[in-house]
């Protein structure tokens, strides 16, 4: 029995690293910020893999990041620590998150440029069925114990990252760009693929690369540059770390 624990353990943490990445290439870097252009197969299976293991809606994310751009840390941030406390973001960002994706204004005005194609009207935009399916395939596979604790742990484990992103991250750490808004935590960055370079990001909120010195840890931009040498992915922006220093 502790093989299948150990097992579903490793499968939560391996689902965690592809959310992460599907996040910091897909979402953030190519839709939100367009950055970068992906193969429309790989987004595709960058799409479905969101929609299965976190629910998440891609036009209602984009809108939330972007409208958070806007006001960074002021009146109309729709999860800023500085305005409402680290610890509030941090243990609620999930539901500030929710507040501000289910509003249809957010979504029109944010995401006007992002398709609401067939594949959305029929799948992606029912964002229950997705966590549905994943924890219906992890039950097949471990148990209908172990399956629903796989998918939770690993549902958990993202949430707690992208809220340290928008929390920690916000309030600790250091600064390449003295006039942007946010911090960069190397540690942070090295479990989130590179998100955790947040300052770095806020000054260069279009470029496909977040690291700015050696040192500071991308596996998001290691994998775009695997990619693009594959022929999946396309960097349309890039700043190098020459801009740090």
Known sequence: MWMTWVAALIV???????????????????LAHRGLQLHPGLAFF????????????PRQWVAVH?????????????HSPVLKGLWKIQLGNVIYYK??????ETVAHYSHDIPNDLADRLLFNHSWVGPVLGIAALSLVFGWLIGPLTYF?????????NAMINAVCHMIGYKNFKDAVA??????ALITAGEGLHNNHHQYPGSAKFSMRRWEPDLGW??????????LAQPIKVVTGEAAA
């Open 153 to 161: 742990f690993a549902a958990g484990v993202y949430i707690v990252l």
């Open 12 to 30: 939560a943490l391996v689902i965690v690293q592809i959310s992460t990445l599907c996040t910091t290439i897909y979402l953030h870097r190519t």
């Open 222 to 231: 290691a994998v775009i540059r695997l990619l693009t040498a594959m022929g």
């Open 66 to 78: 972007r409208k958070h751009h806007q006001f960074p840390d002021q009146d109309g941030d729709p």
């Open 183 to 188: 911090t960069n935590l190397r540690w942070v």
């Open 99 to 104: 507040r501000e994706a289910s509003n249809p």
């Open 46 to 57: 960058m799409r479905l893999h969101l929609w299965i293991a976190t629910g998440i809606v």
